[in-house]
């Protein structure tokens, strides 16, 4: 799949500014920016390198500044926004075409008779950019002055060069840049043209998009370095920015090694499809998928961590990057070491690897994707971080302990191992890890951390504490949780019923006693018909608050139409109620790229998402729409209906999606309000998972 914008499109200000672009290595790093080339962001770079993967991301190369000169004529082809307001030089009306080959972004520059292609692409497994420039027509030479601007700063910094002296070194084919005398160095290089060395900072740039989230919207950037290659018709000239002095420089070897290995993740997630011909947009949104995968490291655990070994993840060769003929060299994205795990980035650009994110996105990003050897990579890498029946919520930046704040991600935990062995049978992975789901769900009944504990009462699960978040309705400014949920939360209850059957035919599975899972899932069920409220017909969010039970219509319900899996057990609700959770959440909290987190008619009900962090953190679960949430909406609706074409009409919105925001992915988050503005997190794995995963399920039964 191409998503291709000719002249009309990438020349206009609104959209060249505005679209964005992703590229990524597989160890958390990252490139991304906007077609015109202006910065709006802390996160705009060229070369942001996971210096300790997948975290302490630091934007290293920044951008570069283009002039083409042809016929003796100089046409600028970048874009600045300054701190007076002005933007210039306006080099994105020079577009001709901007289009994006799998994740390649590819600008075309019409100068004169001339046409210029600028192509970028991360090489996988390593800290390397590759910036490469074409003349693909032209009746003179094309003579290019590339002005590279660096930094050297974590991601969701900015800076001020004002004092700021990096140290600039010749090296073979080009320089080494040093921003500090503790810092990893970085290089510039090339194959072809001498660097000419600079030091001059450039101050000043204003930061859009920063400035709408309420963030320090100026950041300044050093002008390190100067390549002047001159092109003829059919030539190329390749810049490579790395933190490898040895990287290859060969731009064409780099560039055939980038197209091999997203050719590979197409073909293995074609064979997983359920139809021959799979829709062209599920290979962008396979290959979008695999931009979430990285590295975990998981050597030096802390010592209340049970390091029970698995076995060794890496000891079986993998299908999945196993060369073949079509593919003879296709390379690792990742390529992990004995003391490494897998794990998936919640989003881009800000996000690192979080429990509950990566468990709800396992099922699409994996399974649907034809890649099961790296699910099960993924579920033994967090089985070696499980703490008193409980994974991690999330990794920090700085490569500190993880945090355990949740009481659903080891729910959901279960339910990626479920979907992991319906689509594997490898009941040997369920045989070494079910002594830790055992210890999961004792220490659930008896009581862990926050609050979380089972009710023998009723047979539901209770979580909270004053000052903690832990449902994904997780939003906390300073000592301010928006929505604390403290209580039985609807959907944690789903998934407890849910893990409950799991773990009950786990143990069939295995020849073990199945009876006290039995049991205890019985008792939730009937427990569970405590969340209906015939008053208001739809659930109740939570059961037994500090407040009591709250009435607030949100979509957490849809868990209890989508959840569990039918060859499990019986339905969290009856039929009539299932239909009435879906109808309501159709009819009031649905929208075309996702369902609102809070009912319009709620006096808390917030339509837009922006502002400072107090204003984003008010709006995030309480109206804003949340993209992943189609997924179980979809699912649930199809159970009700029983209508496949009818419910795979609501992903339509989402698939257009790829022509805009970040192109070739899907957005986190969009305004509860019309007309309903991509915000936050412009890729996020677990949106990208749940729109692959639900289609797929529905596929087969769309009639011809």
């Not at 059919?234 to 290859?248: I, M, P, Y």
């Not at 090694?257 to 590979?264: C, V």
């Not at 979380?452 to 504490?465: K, V």
């Amino acid at each position: 799949m191409t998503i291709s914008f000719g002249r009309h499109l990438s020349g206009s200000r609104t959209f060249a500014t505005q679209q964005e672009w992703l590229i990524t290595n597989g160890l958390g790093s990252y490139g991304c920016g906007t077609v015109a080339g202006v910065l709006s962001r802390h996160y705009h770079g060229l070369l942001v390198a996971a210096l300790k993967p997948p975290v302490e991301r630091t934007l290293l190369v920044t951008k570069v500044n283009e002039t083409a000169t042809y016929l003796g004529q100089p046409y600028p082809l970048y874009c600045d926004r300054w701190a007076d307001g002005t933007l210039t030089p306006l080099g994105y009306l020079h577009l001709e075409s901007f289009r994006l080959e799998g994740t390649i972004p590819i600008w075309v520059y019409a100068i004169a008779d001339a046409r210029l292609e600028k192509r970028i692409w991360m090489e996988p497994g390593a800290n390397t950019t590759y910036i490469r420039y074409s003349v693909s027509r032209a009746t003179a030479p094309v003579q290019l002055d590339l002005q590279v601007l660096v930094n050297h700063r974590l991601h969701h910094h900015s800076s001020r060069g004002e004092g700021w002296q990096m140290a600039i070194a010749d090296c073979p084919h080009g320089l080494r840049i040093q921003a500090k005398a503790d810092a990893q160095p970085f290089y510039l290089l090339s194959e072809t043209a001498p660097a000419s060395p600079a030091h001059t900072w450039h101050n000043g740039y204003a930061l859009a998009v920063e400035a709408y989230r309420g963030i320090d919207p100026y950041d300044d950037h050093l002008h390190v370095a100067t390549f002047t290659p001159t092109l003829g018709q059919g030539q190329s000239f390749t810049l490579v920015a790395t933190t490898d002095a040895d990287a290859d420089c060969s731009g064409q070897s780099a560039l055939l090694r980038r197209l091999a290995y997203e050719q590979h993740l197409i073909s293995q997630g074609n064979a997983a499809q359920p139809d021959a011909q799979p829709p062209a947009w599920v290979d962008q949104l396979v290959l979008a998928a695999d931009q979430f995968v990285v590295n975990r490291a998981i050597a030096g655990l802390g010592a209340d961590t049970d390091p029970t070994d698995f076995g060794d993840p890496l000891a079986s060769p993998s299908a999945e990057t196993a060369g073949s003929p079509a593919h003879p060299q296709v390379p690792d994205p990742n390529a992990p070491s004995p003391q490494s795990g897998k794990s998936v980035i919640a989003g881009y650009p800000w996000f690192g690897d979080w429990g509950r994110d990566t468990m709800i996105a396992l099922p699409g990003l994996t399974l649907t994707t034809g890649r099961p050897t790296l699910a099960r990579l993924i579920l033994q890498t967090f089985a070696r971080f499980l703490d008193r029946g409980m994974l991690p919520n999330a990794f920090p930046e700085d490569g500190q302990a993880p945090h355990y704040n949740t009481v659903d991600a080891t729910l959901w935990y279960f339910e990626a191992l479920r979907a992991y062995h319906s689509a594997t049978a490898d009941t040997a992975l369920i045989e070494a890890l079910f002594p830790r789901l055992q210890e999961v769900i004792d220490w659930h009944s008896k009581g862990t951390r926050h609050g979380i504990q089972l009710d023998p009462a009723d047979g539901l699960l209770a979580a909270g504490e004053l000052g903690v978040q832990l449902t994904w309705m997780d939003a906390k400014a300073g000592d301010w949780v928006v929505t604390p949920r403290t209580g039985k939360p609807v959907e944690v209850n789903a998934l407890w019923y849910n893990a409950l059957l799991v773990m009950a035919a786990f143990a069939r599975l295995l020849g073990q006693s199945a009876a006290d899972y039995q049991v205890m899932a019985a008792r939730t069920l009937q427990g569970f018909q405590r969340f209906w409220s015939p008053e208001l017909g739809y659930c109740y969010d939570i059961l037994d608050g500090p407040d009591g039970s709250d009435p607030a219509l949100r979509p957490n319900q849809i868990f209890a139409v989508s959840l569990p899996d039918p060859s499990l057990g019986a339905p969290c609700l009856t039929p009539d109620q299932q239909r009435a959770v879906v109808e309501v959440v159709a009819q009031r909290l649905l929208t075309s790229h996702g369902l609102r987190s809070l009912d319009p008619d709620h006096p808390s009900y917030v339509g837009t998402y922006g502002g400072d962090l107090i204003q984003r953190d008010g709006a995030y679960h309480q109206g804003t729409v949340w993209s992943w949430l189609i997924g179980p909406f979809v699912q649930a609706h199809w159970r009700v209906y029983q209508d496949a074409d009818l419910a795979h009409s609501f992903l339509d919105p989402l698939i257009h999606h790829l022509y805009g925001g970040c192109l070739g992915t899907l957005s986190e988050i969009f305004d509860g309000d019309v007309p309903m503005e991509p915000r936050g997190a412009f890729a996020q794995a677990w949106s990208v998972a749940e729109v692959l995963r639900v289609s797929a399920q529905l596929r087969p039964r769309l009639k011809e």
